[in-house]
C-alpha cells in the first residue's frame, strides 16, 4: 500500500484511529482539520468508555460485535503508542452496574438483557462493595463486567498528536467543505488516491440523514471519593456513568438528547448529573466543578456506523454514542477497503 496517498478529513477519535492504521499500513497520510488538539471533537468531551457488554441493553448488534472486536485493538493501540512514550490512559479492570433499591426493577430487567444478548460476555452479580470497597452501603447488588475498559480522551488527543507529529505526518489546519467538488478534486485533493470524510457532525449538511444527539457531562475533582472503575447508574429517569481520572478527578455524564444545539450546559442537566453522583456517594457533595462540556454525537437512524463510498471518497460517519468503543474496528474495514484499491460507488456492510 506504500504508493497510496490518503486525505483525512476530520480528525476526531476516527480520523485519528484511521491515519494510524493506514500510516502502520505503510500508505502516506495527510490530514485536515482545523484544531490539532482536538478541541472541535466530539471525541474531546467523550467519556471514553469501552463498553460494549453494557451497551447490549440499547445498542444495534453490529455495536457489540465491532466493540468486542475493538476492545483487542484499543489494548495494542495502547501498547504501541507506549513504545513511543505516549499514554492514552488504558484502564481494564472492568465496569459496574448499580441502582438504588427501589430501582432494583429495572436493574434486574438490564442484568437479564446484557446476560441473555451476549454471546460471551462474562459477567458477575457481587456486593458492589466487593469491588469498590468505598461505595455507599445502601447499594447492595451490582452487575461486574470484568472486560470493559476505559481511556482518557484527552490522553487520546495529546498522544496521538504527539505521534503523529513524531511521525512528520502534515497535518492542514483547515476546514474542508463540500469535500466532493470538483474544485477540491482539482486542487486540495489532487495529488490523494483517497479521501476519508471523517468529520463526524461536522459532515451533516453533505451525508444523508445524518443527525445530531447532544450529551452533555461534568467534569469534577473529587479527592474524597475513591472509584476505580467506570460506575452506571440504572434509573427510570436519566442515566449516569461516573469514569474515573487521574489526579481524582471524575467524569460524570451524560445527557442523550435530540438536538444539535451546542450551547452550554442546562441548568436542569446540570442538577440531574451532580444529584445522580451525590446520591451513588455523598462524597461528591465536596467535590469541585472543574468543567462542564456539550458534545454532538453523530447518528444515522437506526444508531449504527456506516461508510459510503463514492469512487475515491469513502465517508465514514455515524459513531453516535460508541467512537470510542467502535473507531479501531471501523478503521481495520476502511484499511481493508484502502487496500483493496477499488474506486466504486456503495455502501459498504461493517459486519465480517
Ligand atoms: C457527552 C458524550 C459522552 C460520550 N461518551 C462516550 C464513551 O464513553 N464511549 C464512546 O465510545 N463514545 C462516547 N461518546 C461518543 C463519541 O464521542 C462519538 O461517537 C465520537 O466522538 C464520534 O467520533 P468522530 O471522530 O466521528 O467525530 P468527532 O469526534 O466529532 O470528530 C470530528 C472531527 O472533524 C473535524 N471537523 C468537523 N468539521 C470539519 C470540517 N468542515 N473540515 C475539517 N475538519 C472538520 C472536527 O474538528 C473534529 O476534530 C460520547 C459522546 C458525548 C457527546
Not at 502516506?28 to 471533537?41: H, L, Q, Y
Not at 478534486?185 to 444523508?208: C, L, Y
Not at 468503543?325 to 487496500?339: C, D, E, N
Request: hydrophobic residues 40%; charged residues 25%; proline residues 6%.
Amino acid at each position: 500500500m506504500s504508493e497510496l496517498r490518503c486525505a483525512i478529513v476530520g480528525a476526531g477519535v476516527l480520523g485519528r484511529t484511521i491515519a494510524l492504521a493506514l500510516h502502520k499500513a505503510g500508505c502516506t497520510v495527510e490530514i485536515f482539520d482545523p484544531r490539532p488538539d482536538g478541541g472541535a471533537s466530539t471525541a474531546s468531551r467523550a467519556g471514553g468508555m469501552l463498553a460494549p457488554d453494557s451497551e447490549l441493553e440499547s445498542a444495534e448488534p453490529i455495536v457489540y460485535e465491532l466493540g468486542i472486536e475493538g476492545l483487542d485493538l484499543w489494548r495494542s493501540l495502547s501498547d504501541e503508542l507506549g513504545e513511543h512514550g505516549f499514554s492514552i490512559g488504558w484502564v481494564n479492570r472492568g465496569s459496574l452496574i448499580v441502582a438504588h433499591p427501589q430501582d432494583r426493577p429495572q436493574w434486574l430487567e438490564l442484568t437479564e438483557k446484557i446476560s441473555k444478548r451476549g454471546k460471551n460476555t462474562r459477567y458477575e452479580i457481587l456486593h458492589p462493595q466487593s469491588v469498590e470497597p468505598q461505595l455507599d452501603a445502601k447499594i447492595s447488588e451490582g452487575l461486574y463486567l470484568p472486560d470493559e475498559a476505559h481511556v482518557s480522551p484527552s490522553d487520546f488527543m495529546r498522544a496521538t498528536s504527539g505521534f503523529l507529529l513524531e511521525h512528520d505526518i502534515p497535518w492542514h489546519h483547515v476546514e474542508i467543505h463540500d469535500i466532493n467538488s470538483r474544485n477540491h478534486k482539482k486542487t486540495v485533493f489532487k495529488n490523494f488516491d483517497w479521501i476519508i470524510d471523517s468529520r463526524g457532525i461536522g459532515a451533516k449538511n453533505e451525508i444523508k440523514n445524518l443527525r445530531g444527539v447532544r450529551g452533555e457531562a461534568v467534569l469534577v475533582h473529587a479527592p474524597e471519593v475513591c472509584l476505580t472503575r467506570p460506575v452506571r447508574v440504572v434509573h427510570p429517569r436519566y442515566a449516569l456513568y461516573i469514569v474515573p481520572r487521574t489526579h481524582q478527578n471524575y467524569y460524570l455524564g451524560a445527557t442523550q438528547i435530540e438536538s444539535d444545539d451546542e450551547s452550554p450546559i442546562a441548568v436542569r442537566s446540570t442538577l440531574e448529573i451532580l444529584s445522580a453522583a451525590f446520591a451513588i456517594d455523598p462524597k461528591f457533595a465536596e467535590a469541585r466543578i472543574l468543567q462542564s462540556m456539550v458534545g454532538i454525537r453523530p447518528a444515522f437512524p437506526d444508531n449504527a456506523p456506516f461508510i459510503r463510498q463514492k469512487g475515491e471518497l469513502l465517508q465514514v460517519n455515524g459513531l453516535f454514542r460508541h467512537g470510542f468503543l467502535l473507531a479501531p474496528a471501523v478503521a481495520k474495514r476502511v484499511v481493508k477497503l484502502i487496500s483493496n484499491n477499488e474506486k466504486e460507488h456503495r455502501s459498504i456492510s461493517l459486519l465480517g
